[in-house]
């Protein structure tokens, strides 16, 4: 009986079959393929000279698989057709600031997005030219370390925070396998300056230096919490005074949804508030209301669109550096050149803490997401002893 061997040359054929994925001749060379996890099936981005370094190729995409690592982008070739092209950090960051989104889907602020840029041009340049598949984690430590050495420890944590993303995007699509940003802490380090509201003397004091056109700026970034960007963008639709029967201010609201920023680039950039928490209506203290309406009786223009600050030829925003020749002198008379105008903000959720104010309703007052982020303008007021007499006053004692 004969025996149904196979043939030389159908015993070679069949030894072209794959333990995993295929393996096809191309003219003189050898092209991959393979199922991915996803039933899809990945040709590689290149062919190869031979059968053993196509069959390495699959090997380590074996590997790969049954490791859990494996990702769309590498099974595409991405991987070997970045590193054939030696795409660099600065490369790949440049489309990255173009195209990243905020928390909440939107574009990057403006400021943001110059600020992301210029880190990129400072900060980041010892890095900016390195090919990404080249950032190890020691080289990550070693420019780190640099950048602390230069004793700026706000900008070293916010540049390494943009790194940390802008890599973890690079993962994502495949470039990387794993984040070469790995520093604890390195993105909370700061130089530990802590914001110190003015006291009611000091801020007594600016009133009484600073031009009284000011005036209602001083009461908005305190009472009103307003940053300075929020307050240069106010008009005068977004103030509305409630009068009592007999024609006296009862009650003045400020709506604020909008805010103003500036940079060399673009110019003033009118944008909405930090976040939709941020769009808000704020009632004002009885105390700010006269110079408030008087302000708008004074300097405003009666059109609804009118700004409540201007430049000196009331064509457009207040410059920072407009305002900031009447505030140096003012906050200097008060001893304290160190205040900032944000500090004001801080002032104000201080004192609308004391006066009884949920941490939701101090939340909602300063426009934050959460109420973590409400619960660094409260500062301490140095009333421990009287609250602890409080408490015996409470026990009847």
């Not at 070679?12 to 393996?23: Q, T, V, Y």
């Not at 990057?108 to 880190?119: G, Q």
């Not at 995007?169 to 110190?196: F, W, Y």
């Not at 982020?373 to 421990?384: I, K, L, N, V």
Request: charged share 20%; with cysteine.
């Amino acid at each position: 009986m004969a025996l149904n061997l196979p043939t030389p040359k159908q015993a070679k054929k069949r030894k072209k079959r794959e333990a995993f994925g295929a393996i096809r001749k191309l003219g003189n060379r050898q092209q991959a393929s393979y199922p991915g996890p996803d039933g899809v099936r990945y040709n590689a981005q290149h062919t190869f000279d031979n059968l053993t370094d196509a069959r390495a190729w699959l090997t380590r995409v074996r590997a790969s698989i049954n490791e859990g690592t494996w990702t769309v982008g590498e099974a595409q070739g991405e991987i070997s057709a970045v590193r054939s092209k030696g795409i660099t950090l600065g490369d790949y960051a440049v489309p990255w600031i173009a195209t990243r989104t905020s928390r909440n889907g939107k574009p990057l602020a403006v400021r943001t997005r110059r600020e992301y840029e210029r880190l990129l041009r400072t900060e980041l340049a010892p890095i900016a030219g390195v090919r990404i598949s080249l950032l190890t984690p020691a080289a990550i430590r070693t420019w780190y370390s640099d950048m602390l050495a230069t004793g700026n420890l706000t900008q070293s944590a916010r540049s390494y925070g943009l790194a940390t993303s802008i890599l973890a995007t690079a993962i994502t699509d495949g470039l990387i396998k794993q984040n070469p940003c790995n520093i604890r802490g390195a993105q909370n380090a700061s130089t530990g300056v802590e914001v110190i509201p003015p006291i009611a003397e000091q801020l007594g004091i600016i009133l009484d230096t600073i031009a009284p056109v000011y005036h209602a700026a001083i009461m908005l970034g305190t009472w009103a919490a307003c940053r300075f960007g929020e307050v240069t963008e106010l008009r005068r639709k977004d103030i509305r005074v409630v009068k009592k029967a007999d024609g006296s201010v009862k009650t003045v609201f400020v709506f604020v949804s909008r805010g103003v920023t500036h940079t060399t680039e673009d110019g003033y950039v009118i944008g909405t508030t930090k976040s939709q928490a941020g769009i808000r209506e704020i009632a004002m203290p009885p105390l700010a209301n006269d110079i408030i309406v008087n302000h708008l009786r004074t300097n405003v223009a009666a059109d609804p669109e009118a700004l409540l600050y201007t430049n000196s030829a009331g064509t457009g925003h207040l410059p920072r550096s407009s305002f900031v020749d009447h505030w140096d002198p003012a906050r200097i008379a008060a001893g304290r050149p160190d205040l900032h105008f944000h500090a004001l903000r801080h002032y104000g959720a201080t004192k609308f803490a004391q006066a009884g104010a949920t941490l939701k309703e101090l939340q909602d007052r300063l426009g934050h997401s959460t109420v973590g982020a409400a619960m660094r303008y409260q500062h301490s007021t140095g009333r421990d002893e009287e609250l602890a007499a409080r408490m015996s006053e409470l026990a009847g004692e």
